[in-house]
Structures are given as C-alpha cells and as structure tokens.
C-alpha cells in the first residue's frame, strides 16, 4: 500500500518527555497551517516510557484514522524502534532534510521519527514538510518495500 498524505485527515504526534517541547511547537505550528493535529501525548517534561506514546499513535496511522504520524523522543531510536513493531507502519528516523525526502521518495514511509536533541525545531518543520510533500518513487524501489515486512 502506498502512503499519500491525505490533507483530511488528522496528522498524529506523539512524544517522550525529550521530545514533548518539539511536538507542542510542531502541533501549533501544523494547526496554524490549517492542519488537524492528534496528539497522544507525552504533556509534560516529567520522564515517561517513550514507547506508552510511540503505539498509539503508530495505531492511528496503521487504522487509517491519521494520515501519517510524527514521533519524537531524545534520539528518536526508541520511537522508531517501536513505531516499526507495527505491521502497517514504515517508520523513518531522520535528522537531514534530504534524509526525510529519502524515506518518503524510497521507502515510503508512512511516520518521521525526529531525533529532538540532535537537530534544531527549524530542521524538524523543514523534514516535516519535506516529508509531507514528498511522493512515494515506487518503480524498483517498490519491490523493496514489499519485502520489508516478515509476513
């Protein structure tokens, strides 16, 4: 199945407690471009479990409920990681803008993973749009893709 970002349905974000200032800015930041956002929390710097919120809402993308997920988490490995035990979910950790177009344009990713102690909140809003913008390639990359899942 092929991820096209479909503007109508919400965009889901979560986060640990590293990541949970990054994800309230790219929230606000999304709404205020006319985006419907759902947020699965963390709420607060407290320490959480990271993947208490990364499954979630790696389930709403994987149902259809959201069109495509952002997670972040200090290193953003651990929502990546968990993310990805999901059968329907293609998770991409990125830290370059070109890294997102990648995941997107050849493994058709389906959520960004964004490391939030590693790169600055203007390099996340450029992956992410980025990520938004960019068409899955298909062709050769296709059949790589189809055999990403163990099933």
């Not at 999304?30 to 407290?46: H, M, P, R, S």
């Not at 651990?78 to 344009?105: D, P, S, Y």
């Not at 600055?120 to 050769?140: C, D, N, P, Q, Y």
Request: net charge negative; charged share 20%.
């Amino acid at each position: 199945m092929s991820f096209v970002f479909d503007a109508t349905k919400p965009i889901a974000i979560g986060a640990d407690h590293a990541g949970v200032d990054y994800k309230s800015e790219i929230k606000s930041w999304l709404e205020a471009k006319g985006y419907t956002v759902k947020d699965f929390g963390t709420y607060n710097a407290n320490s959480v479990d990271y993947p208490d919120f990364a499954h979630p809402t790696a389930s709403s993308v994987e149902t259809g409920e959201a069109s495509f997920g952002i997670l972040f988490c200090g290193s953003a490995n651990g929502v990546a990681m968990t993310a990805n035990k999901h059968e329907g979910i293609r998770a991409g950790l990125c830290w370059l803008t070109e890294v997102a177009e990648l995941t997107r344009l050849h493994n058709n990713a389906n959520m960004i993973c964004i490391p939030a102690r590693f790169v600055s909140l203007e390099a996340a809003k450029e992956m992410i749009e980025k990520f938004m913008t960019t068409a899955f390639e298909g062709g050769r990359h296709q059949n790589r893709v189809n055999k990403i899942a163990c099933s």
